[in-house]
């Protein structure tokens, strides 16, 4: 087996990114979760300020890292935290076994953000702690729903916009460019693959593709550009 195919084989990316990338992302992920902390302790008594729920850690990631993929985006951040929260919340109260009532939490969880078209995959640790975190953490019932949860999702979701925004190729939302920004100028041409067939396309491939449309177009477009056009760009 050779080295190349065994980096595909254990999804190792060979794809680069610049310096100036990994920077932002790093002081925009302290940032998120600097701002989740402060505002916590603002808002909220000492004691429950400490419920930042491990999952804003990985929402991070997603807001800072890769602010433009669809799992990135408001609805599936807010919906995707929302919903697995009451889940966890109910798994806890209904079910009294505790592995099947933790398991069922994230099973469940991925279910209703599929359904509901937020899928967040830190959603999934947000109904898992909901289960297995502290008797404190438990004290709170379905207030956790509201405190610490979307308290601190729309806190990290405030940073990632005002962060994100200092940053013309990185509007967040991912909309946001198309309404502030003038398109590149090789995008306003008529689409290789319209619209509608990319939407057939979506609906029928049996996973999630974790990409927007656009990006999708920029990559066709340059993996089939000229070789003459690749060398001066």
């Not at 993929?69 to 076994?97: E, K, M, R, T, Y």
């Not at 933790?102 to 991925?110: D, P, T, Y």
């Amino acid at each position: 087996m050779s080295l190349d195919t065994f980096l595909d084989l254990i999804g190792f990316s060979r794809q680069g990114s610049r310096l100036r990338e990994k920077l932002v992302s790093t002081l925009g992920g302290f940032l998120g979760i600097f701002g989740i902390f402060m505002t916590a302790y603002w808002l909220l008594d000492p004691e429950t300020a400490v419920y930042i729920v491990p999952s804003m850690g990985a929402s991070a990631v997603l807001l800072f890292a890769s602010p433009h993929v669809p799992f990135a985006q408001p609805w599936n951040l807010i919906g995707g935290h929302a919903v697995s929260a009451l889940i966890g919340v109910a798994c806890w109260h209904w079910i009294p076994d505790y592995t099947v009532a933790a398991s069922a939490a994230v099973g469940l969880a991925i279910g209703a953000m599929y359904a509901l078209r937020c899928i967040h995959p830190p959603g999934g640790a947000t109904a898992l702690a909901a289960v297995i975190g502290s008797e404190r953490l438990h004290h709170l019932g379905y207030a956790y729903e509201f405190s610490p949860i979307l308290l601190n999702a729309f806190t990290i979701l405030a940073v990632a916009v005002a962060f994100n925004y200092l940053f013309r190729w990185r509007r967040y939302p991912a909309h946001l460019h198309k309404l502030l920004d003038r398109p590149d100028e090789r995008l306003q041409e008529k689409p290789p693959i319209p619209h509608e067939n990319f939407v057939y396309a979506l609906s029928h491939i049996e996973t999630l593709v974790d990409i927007s449309e656009e990006e999708l177009l920029e990559i066709y477009r340059l993996a089939t550009q000229p070789d003459a056009e690749r060398d001066q760009s």
